[in-house]
C-alpha cells in the first residue's frame, strides 16, 4: 500500500507541473495568434488521462481507508470529480469544438487553473 500512496503524490505533482507547463504553452500559442491544433489537443488528452489515472488510485487508496486519515476527505473528493468533469466540459458546452484563436485562449487558461486545483488538491491531501 505504501507503493500506492507514493504513486498517487507522485502523479499528483506531475499532474500541477503538466497543467503550468501546457497553460503556458498554449498562452504562447494564443499570443501568437495561433488556433488549436492536433498538439495541443493531444496534450490535454494526456493530462485528462493523467488525472484519470490519478482518481483511479484514489479510489484503491480509498477502498483501502487511506481516506479518512485526510483532514476534509470530502472537499478532497470533491476536487478530484471536478478536475476530472472540467475540460470535457469547457470543450464541449463552451467552446463546442471551436478550434479558432479563441479556442485556444479559452483552453490556455482552463489548464493554468487546472494547474491551480491540482495545487488545491494537494493541499487538501496532506493527511492531518
Given at each position: ?43 490535454m ?5 493523467l488525472?484519470?489515472l ?5 479510489v ?48 490556455a ?5 487546472l ?8 493541499e ?5
Amino acid at each position: 500500500m505504501a507503493f500506492v500512496i507514493v504513486l498517487h503524490e507522485g502523479l499528483s505533482n506531475m499532474a500541477w507541473m503538466f497543467f503550468l507547463v501546457i497553460g503556458l504553452w498554449g498562452l504562447v500559442r494564443a499570443f501568437r495568434g495561433q488556433a488549436v491544433d492536433g498538439s495541443y489537443m493531444g496534450a490535454m488528452a494526456i493530462g485528462q488521462g493523467l488525472l484519470i489515472l490519478q482518481a483511479i488510485i484514489g479510489v484503491v487508496l480509498w477502498i483501502n481507508g487511506r481516506l479518512s486519515t485526510l483532514n476534509r476527505p470530502e472537499v478532497h473528493v470533491l476536487y478530484g470529480a471536478f478536475v476530472i468533469v472540467f475540460l470535457p466540459f469547457i470543450y464541449f458546452t463552451t467552446l463546442r469544438g471551436d478550434d479558432s484563436n479563441r479556442g485556444q485562449w479559452v483552453l490556455a487558461f482552463s489548464n493554468l487553473f487546472l494547474f491551480g486545483v491540482a495545487l488545491r488538491l494537494i493541499e487538501t491531501g496532506i493527511l492531518g
